[in-house]
């Protein structure tokens, strides 16, 4: 399975810990969808703090993802949930190490 | 050595606090409902001046810190307790005794919150707090809540931290120039008798607001992380900090908001 792909599911299952481990030890995600809801843009340096930020997004609901595609190999189109804005979004694996984990994956409107 | 005052001091971080400031030698005036040296109930408008008058009888000279921690949790259920605990006993003592940190160039430290900046607050109510300050009146808003929702209870204890963060802001410059600095404490979730005792929803709730310096733990701040950095605040050697809300918290703040910058 792609990186990609499994970056939907782990967002589709809420599954911070998984997400975490698709990344690199200073993987990023910057997330630019979320600038212009009533959240800042996410800007997440380092694989524990994936894990930490998402499992605080994902237990009070502030973050999913729905009706996502996977549109090439290295991105995937989706409808995100900004605690209830939602923005029609596509995400890139801008980058992997050797081991194929992610080292920066990007999120902005589509 | 210095003359403090602290409220909340019997228990959990302003118990930590009146200890480390013990063991730097000052002598600490614990204002509180029971094991204290001043029994007052700051819920209620003739407990906060009883607090007052008594602080004025036993620091004629003036005080170097007063220390407004006392409040409770949202958890607590009670709205009304919230507003009148949190918000105006915090009001009142530290307006109350600005006579007397005046006389020693003193300080002023307000515990707020680090949920302050995580969205869960009711704004209009921390706008009600701040620009109306009319105690009944906003007890009555709140008496129209569902005390027993745990969303609404967590928001109303927000807001009434958020209103404590401003007010310090607001106030600052004046009390500054008048020689009395002021700032707020924003702890992340501590280690408490409250929280060693909570059920398996509010943990899990807890514990999905990570605390990067306990990563991989599942654990708390411990009060003494949240009181050093109060007496270090209170003391002159803060002198150059007025005005600040600092984020006790292990980097959750941080975390979860690294785009704010200011």
Redesign the interface.
Same mark, same amino acid.
């Given at each position: 399975m792609r990186s990609i792909e499994k970056y939907v599911q782990a967002m589709e299952n809420k599954d911070f810990a998984g997400l975490a481990e698709l990344f690199a030890k200073d993987g990023t995600i910057n997330d630019y969808c979320s600038n212009g809801t009533a959240q800042s843009e996410y800007h997440v340096y380092g694989r524990e703090a994936i894990h930490m930020f998402f499992r605080n997004r994902f237990t009070f609901g502030k973050c999913s993802i729905s009706e996502a595609q996977v549109v090439n190999d290295t991105q995937a189109e989706f409808v995100a949930n900004y605690g209830g804005y939602l923005v029609m979004a596509i995400a890139t694996v801008r980058r992997e190490d050797e081991n194929g984990l992610i080292e920066r994956l990007t999120v902005r409107p589509k | 050595m210095g003359l403090y005052a602290i409220t909340g001091g019997s228990s959990g971080i302003g118990a930590k606090t009146v200890e480390i400031l013990k063991a730097q030698g000052h002598q600490v005036i614990n204002i509180d409902l029971r094991n204290c040296d001043i029994t007052a109930n700051l819920a209620t408008p003739e407990g906060r001046d009883e607090a007052i008058n008594k602080l004025h009888e036993m620091c004629p000279d003036g005080l170097d810190g007063m220390i407004c921690n006392a409040g409770v949790s949202g958890t607590c259920g009670n709205l009304a307790l919230i507003i009148s605990l949190n918000y105006f006993g915090t009001i009142r003592l530290a307006k109350g005794v600005f006579d007397l940190l005046e006389k020693k160039h003193g300080s002023c430290i307000v515990t707020s919150s680090n949920t302050i900046s995580q +969205?869960a607050g009711r704004l209009d109510i921390a706008d009600i707090l701040n620009n109306v300050g009319d105690e009944q009146r906003v007890i009555n808003l709140v008496s129209q809540l569902d005390a027993t929702n745990l969303s609404v209870q967590q928001s109303i204890y927000v807001a009434t931290k958020y209103a404590l963060a401003r007010y310090v802001r607001r106030v600052s410059s004046s009390w500054a120039a008048r020689g009395v600095r002021i700032n707020a404490v924003a702890p992340g979730n501590v280690k408490t008798a409250m929280t060693a005792n909570m059920g398996e929803a509010a943990n899990? #709730?807890l !514990? #999905? $607001? %990570?605390i %990067?310096t306990k990563? +991989?733990t599942e654990s708390l701040m411990e009060p003494e992380e949240i009181g050093e950095v109060m007496a270090f605040l209170v003391s002159p050697n803060a002198r150059g900090i007025n005005g600040n809300v600092v984020f006790v918290d292990g980097g959750t703040d941080a $975390? $979860? !908001?690294?785009?704010?910058v200011y």
């Open positions: - | +969205g899990h #709730a !514990n #999905a $607001l %990570p %990067p990563y +991989g $975390l $979860l !908001n690294s785009e704010k």
